[in-house]
């Protein structure tokens, strides 16, 4: 299996017009190559990489496809809130429709990934996995490295951040 899959956290910060300990999300550029095909680099839009970082723990474990309905874009471009998932321990994360996005189809021991231009790779689980993970402990180690979050007055939100964060440590946790 030939590794031609890139996925790189290039720069990563707080909004600028707000408090660092009353944003929730931390945003920067990021380097997705599938194949000979760039997804996002750092000429790109910034994007939500916490969220983006916790829809690629998903991926371990589940396909995803970048067709389905909902604003759940492996890298989207904003997150207005979290709340809880009605039917599951998952966070659901709202944003706008904007992103960048690509296919993942687990087969036998390898992974397929798919971008909207056709261009493909197959990985082996273990080389996926890798990329996810120093991907995600990249932005996770942002985090601990910032000031503490405020959190939400609204008890919704409130509640939403914390399960973002219960989701995203007991995906990791399978990895560890």
């Keep these: 299996m030939v590794d ?17 300990d009353g944003d929730l999300c931390a945003h920067g550029h990021v380097l997705v ?6 997804l996002s680099d750092a000429a790109s839009d910034e994007w939500t990489v916490s969220a983006g970082a916790l829809y690629l723990l998903r991926t ?14 492996l890298l989207p471009c904003c ?5 809880p998932h009605p039917t599951s321990d998952d966070v ?3 944003g706008c429709t904007n992103g960048i996005d690509w296919n993942v189809q687990h087969e036998p ?5 798919t971008a909207a231009d056709g261009a493909t790779v197959l990985l082996s689980d273990k080389q996926y996995q890798a990329k ?16 503490p979050k405020s959190i939400p007055a609204d008890p919704h939100d409130a509640e939403g951040y914390a399960l973002f964060w219960r989701e995203w440590h007991r995906r990791r946790a399978a990895f560890a």
């Excluded at 899959?5 to 660092?20: A, R």
């Excluded at 190559?33 to 760039?38: A, L, Q």
């Excluded at 371990?60 to 874009?73: F, K, M, R, V, Y």
């Excluded at 997150?79 to 709340?83: E, I, N």
Aim: charged content about 20%.
């Design 79 to 83: 997150g207005f809130t979290m709340w």
């Design 109 to 113: 021991d390898a992974v397929r990934l």
């Design 60 to 73: 371990l474990t589940q396909n995803h496809s970048s067709e389905a309905p909902i604003c759940d874009q």
């Design 33 to 38: 190559r599938i194949g000979n095909s760039i």
């Design 4 to 20: 031609e899959f890139q996925l790189e956290l290039l720069t990563i910060g707080w909004l600028p017009d707000l408090p660092e």
């Design 92 to 94: 659901l994360i709202f």
């Design 132 to 147: 996810v993970l120093a991907f995600v402990d990249a932005v996770e180690h942002f985090y601990q490295r910032s000031q």
